[in-house]
C-alpha cells in the first residue's frame, strides 16, 4: 500500500531570468512500513523536497499524495487536518515545550486532535513505557539530557500513529554516539510499530540505517539502494560508492 507517492513534482524559485529548480519532476512512492532516506550533499533538493510534502511550502508542478489523497489540491482547513493527522515530525532541535512536562508533550497531538482522555493517557503511557521514559514523566525538559529529549520527541511524533513520520536532517547536531542512539529509536519505531518514516541526510552512516536510499543531486533522483539481506555495514558500503560514483564527498569506510 502506498502512503506516500511524489509524481513528477517540481519547484522552482525566482522569476525571470533568475529562475533556481530546486526540484526538476521528482517522482517517487514510499510503501507502508518502509524507512526511506533522501540522500543528497548541500543544495540537492532534499530539505524542499520534505518541506513540499509537509506543505510548508507549495509545488511548482506535479502532485503529491498522502493516503491516497492529492495534498496540492486541499483547502487551507484541509492541510490544517493533514498536518495534524497524517503527519509526525522529528526535529533536528526537538521542539519540545518547555512550559510542558514530558507527559504532556507527548500526549498533547492526541489533546488537539479531541482525542478521548482515557484513551489519550493509555496510549501515552505505553509509548512512553516502550521507550523507556515513564519514570520521567513529571520532568520538565530543562532538566533532561540530550538521550532523554530525543526518546521524548520520537515518542511525541509516534503517538498519533501518522500515517508518515519526516525527520529532515535529524543527527545534524548531534555527536556520533547521540546520532546512533536516535537512529537506533527510528528503527525502533519502523520495526515495533510499523511507522512509515521518511528522512533526509547527507550523511551515508545515517542512511544506513532505512530499508531504502533514494539519491538526490540537483533537484533530481539519480540513484537507489535497497536493503534486501544486506547488513547496515554492506548498505553503508554500497552508499558510499554510489556517492562516490556521482561526484560526491568521500567517506571512510
Known amino acids: 500500500m502506498k502512503i506516500l507517492e511524489l509524481r513528477n513534482v517540481s519547484k522552482v524559485y525566482g522569476k525571470d531570468g533568475a529562475l533556481t529548480r530546486a526540484l526538476d519532476g521528482v517522482s517517487l512512492s514510499v510503501d507502508a512500513g518502509e524507512f526511506v532516506a533522501v540522500m543528497g550533499a548541500s543544495g540537492s533538493g532534499k530539505t524542499t523536497l520534505l518541506n513540499l510534502i509537509a506543505t510548508i511550502d507549495d509545488v ?35 521542539n519540545l515545550l518547555d512550559t510542558l512536562t514530558v507527559y504532556e508533550n507527548i500526549v498533547l497531538p492526541l489533546t488537539l486532535r479531541g482525542v478521548h482522555r482515557a484513551e489519550a493517557d493509555a496510549r501515552t503511557r505505553d509509548i512512553m513505557e516502550s521507550f523507556g521514559i515513564t519514570q520521567l514523566r513529571d520532568k520538565f525538559p530543562g532538566e533532561l539530557s540530550g538521550g532523554e529529549r530525543q526518546r521524548t520527541a520520537c515518542a511525541r511524533a509516534l503517538v498519533g500513529q501518522p500515517s508518515l513520520i519526516i525527520a529532515d536532517e ?23 510499530y510499523g511507522a512509515t518514516i521518511l528522512t533526509v541526510t547527507h550523511d551515508p552512516a545515517v542512511a544506513a540505517y532505512a530499508t531504502r536510499v533514494l539519491f538526490l543531486r540537483d533537484g533530481r533522483l539519480f540513484d537507489e539502494a535497497a536493503r534486501g539481506g544486506k547488513t547496515d555495514d554492506e548498505l553503508f558500503r554500497e552508499i558510499v560508492a554510489i556517492n562516490a560514483a556521482a561526484g560526491g564527498a568521500d567517506y571512510d569506510v
Open 170 to 192: 535529524p543527527t545534524g547536531a548531534l555527536d556520533s554516539r547521540n546520532s546512533r542512539n536516535l537512529m537506533q529509536l527510528l528503527r525502533m519505531m519502523n520495526e515495533k
Open 60 to 94: 511548482s508542478g506535479g502532485s503529491i499524495l498522502v493516503d491516497g489523497r492529492d495534498v496540492t489540491a486541499m483547502s487551507d482547513e484541509e492541510l490544517a487536518a493533514y498536518r495534524g493527522l497524517k503527519l509526525g515530525f522529528v526535529f533536528q532541535e526537538y
